[in-house]
């Protein structure tokens, strides 16, 4: 199993990105997806995660309200919207995976993608 990350850019402050996560392999495992982000010299930060179904959604607190994580299971894919982006939004961007439930803890997802890099000026 394997997820593929793209979509990063560079983009200017109070401007849009989408993010795209796409799963290959046998993913039934694998309900739950998220993103994380890590800026230079941070901690690995939760930004959103989805259930299988897209009825549940986490988003850490320093993106709710402006960016949107959304799938479409037929295509494989976990998106996410990001709107209205800031400098402190700038970091790889990466996917990951797991059973269950949605986690803001990095250490309980087991797939990682490689990551998309989004750098956002002022």
């Known amino acids: 199993v394997q997820l593929q990350a793209s979509g990063g850019g560079l983009v200017q402050t109070g401007g849009s990105l989408r993010l795209a996560c796409v799963m290959s392999?046998?993913?039934?495992?694998?309900?739950?997806v998220a993103w994380f982000r890590r800026a230079p010299e941070k901690e690995r930060e939760f930004v959103a995660g989805?259930?299988?179904?897209?009825?549940?959604?986490n988003y850490g607190d320093s993106v709710k309200g402006r960016f949107t994580i959304s799938r479409d299971n037929v295509k494989r894919t976990i998106y996410l919207q990001m709107s209205s982006l800031k400098p402190e939004d700038t970091g790889v961007y990466y996917c990951?995976?797991?059973?269950?439930?949605?986690?803001?803890?990095?250490?309980?997802?087991?797939?990682w993608g490689q990551g998309t890099l989004v750098t956002v000026s002022s």
């Open positions: 990951a995976a797991r059973d269950l439930r949605i986690s803001s803890s990095a250490y309980e997802y087991d797939l």
């Open positions: 392999g046998r993913t039934v495992k694998y309900a739950v």
């Open positions: 989805i259930s299988w179904s897209g009825g549940l959604s």
